[in-house]
């Protein structure tokens, strides 16, 4: 099953004019924002798309505080398409949408949408670094530090699902769509990485009772860890709420920086992510403070060293 | 050299009017200078209540998604707007969300006839 990774999250919202201007201040272009909802995309097209919780047009919610409706996948041709539709229907009703995607529902209620993939490739540089003995990333000149820089989402990363049977979330994952597990959080979930991309994951869960059961987090990559912090920064300085971070996860390695949100969970800004194939063994361990994060720092306002000098310096 | 900052301590402080509050809102408060929020108080109509910016599904983690920020879109309901819980603006209980079953932490405050929102211990 050749899914390439999440296009599009569907949420339906209790405040849209919140949520939408959220979005936008995160720094996704909107495509529509109105007093009905909206569409805001990452460079690629990928994006979110807010309504209003009592939109008709909404598949229904998951009966908790959760406000996700739906995870759309790009997959890669039309074959995937019907190979995933077939596989799906042996035991559950899919449903063709006018779009020509299809539609089902996963085995934890999850609503699941698949669509030849709208992304666009992305021709674009890394964050360039220059380290001693290594070519420079940067010409002579080039300065990488610029208050105005354009710090616009790169594509949809990946969905972390609060779910009561993480064992069977895995297996409908891996047995019926392909997914393979690249690591794992002991008694806690998997990190689940589909065949069509090698980012360390695109979906990760967490185990939790069923009145939990919803989205904990979704995050988009940003094109370095720069971009992450400046980011975050600007995110901060509008007033929005930091949650974690910013820091640098084990699993994965990607940076991050969580924060809260209207959209009734959080959002994440990461970069650098693990790639991995075949060759993987994935690891284990028991999660927690360490085995989370490499490091974590926490954002302070502006603050430099110096100021006059001590009293005593004025004699002479 | 490090230098530990105490925080402040004290029996009472002035915290706002109603009349600054929108109705239905909530405004954030750091009384003990901690560089964030640590309260909240929040009036809808005759009900006027003050919480710690602590949810109890991760043991106090701040709830707003943008400074002031703590109600629904009605505001008709506390949320956490990390994981979305909902909880009763009178009583604190979690109503919906990952702490369900569980409260906020009322703080004590009194109310002037001049409409003044006094803070009687932090």
Known sequence: MNIIGPDTLVFGVDDVAACNRYLIDYGLLPMRSDDRGGRFEALDGTGIEIAHRDDPALPPALGTASMLRKTIYGVADAATLDAIAEELLRDREVRKLVDGSVESVDDMGFVIGFQVTTRRSLSLPAEPVNAPGAPAQRAPNVVAVRDDAVLTPRTLSHVVYFVPDAAKAEAFYVERLGFRCTDRFTGIGPFLQPAGTLDHHTLFMIQTPPFMKGCEHFTFHMGGPTEVLQAGTRFVAKGYQSFWGPGRHRFGSNWFWYFNSPLGCHVEYDADMDLHDVAWSAREAPMGADASQLFLFQHREKWAPGGPPPAGAKAE | ?122
């Open chain 2, 1 to 122: 050299m490090h230098r530990t900052v105490m925080p402040k301590r004290f029996t009472s402080m002035r915290l706002a009017n109603v009349a600054d509050l929108p109705d239905p809102g909530a405004r954030g408060f750091d009384p003990c200078e901690e560089g964030r929020d640590t309260l909240f108080v929040v009036r809808r109509g005759e009900v006027l209540r003050a919480y710690r910016d602590a949810c109890p599904h991760f043991g106090g983690t701040p709830m707003a998604w943008r400074k002031d920020a703590y109600l629904n879109g009605d505001g008709t309901r506390i949320v956490c707007h990390a994981h979305g819980a909902q909880f009763d603006i009178a009583s604190g209980e979690c109503l919906l969300g990952p702490c369900l079953g569980q409260r906020l932490t009322p703080v004590e405050i009194e109310v002037t006839s001049g409409g003044e929102i006094v803070l009687i211990s932090a």
